[in-house]
């Protein structure tokens, strides 16, 4: 069975420093792989996706996630992090010939000290 | 920008109590998806529907929650009766044509069982 690890449930991050959130995932052939953001008390917005192509896709607020098929990894990075990027970031895995079905990582709660 | 709705946003019910959610998608999305988020957790698929017809529901249990989606737009998620455990953010998404597509997700509703 597929499945998502995001190996840091919590990090803490200075306004103006990069950020780096890692994804790993364990599935037989090569996923369809998002990001999403939850603000507190919020729904999920997407951040990107990686669908197939360029292994480096660049996404909204600044973000940009590379796709390493040698190490089954999607991990999530920003050069310089806002107050405003406080919150909390899931990564998510899909079958390219499914319904639609979504698996989901437990998540990383991201704190910006100023 | 359409957005998914979903009311009500807040809900505290007394456990063996019956409740409902709503959702309705952005327009002319086909899949309707509804997820349940327990605190700290990532999102967990509950049931999809793709128009009115529902392609998942391995995940609900099916004792206590039942989903339609009658005339293939708007959606109810009910839960009878409400137990503790299922006090968490209840999601619906919503994603455009048949098979793995972004999905869009609406605010969402925190329930609390007592």
């Known amino acids: 069975a597929q499945s998502v690890t995001q190996p840091d449930i919590h990090i803490t991050v200075s306004e103006g420093a990069s950020l780096e959130l890692r994804c790993n995932y364990s599935?037989?052939?090569?996923?369809?792989l998002f990001w999403y953001v939850q603000s507190p008390g919020q729904g999920l917005q997407l951040l990107l996706k990686?669908?197939?192509?360029?292994?480096l896709v660049q996404g909204i607020k600044g973000f940009e996630a590379e796709f390493k098929r040698s190490q089954s990894s999607f991990n999530l990075r920003k050069p310089s992090v806002h107050w405003s990027d406080a919150a909390e970031y899931f990564c998510a895995v899909g079958e390219p010939d499914s319904w639609g079905k979504l698996q989901f990582g437990a998540g990383t709660q991201v704190v910006v000290t100023p | 920008e359409a957005e998914v709705a979903q009311s009500p946003r807040y809900k505290i019910t007394e456990k063996s109590q019956a409740v409902a959610f709503w959702c309705d998608p952005i327009?002319?999305?086909?899949?309707l998806y509804w997820y349940r988020q327990i605190l700290g957790q990532g999102p967990e698929l509950l049931v999809q529907f793709q128009d009115e017809s529902v392609v998942d529901d391995s995940q609900l249990p099916k004792d206590r929650f039942s989903a339609e989606r009658l005339k293939g737009v708007d959606s109810t998620l009910k839960i009878q009766p409400a137990e503790l455990g299922d006090s968490a953010m209840y999601l619906c998404a919503s994603s455009q044509g048949q098979g793995l597509r972004e999905q869009y997700f609406g605010p969402g509703t925190r329930l609390t069982v007592t």
């Open positions: 327009s002319g999305h086909a899949t």
């Open positions: 599935y037989g052939a090569t996923p369809y």
């Open positions: 990686y669908f197939s192509g360029d292994t």
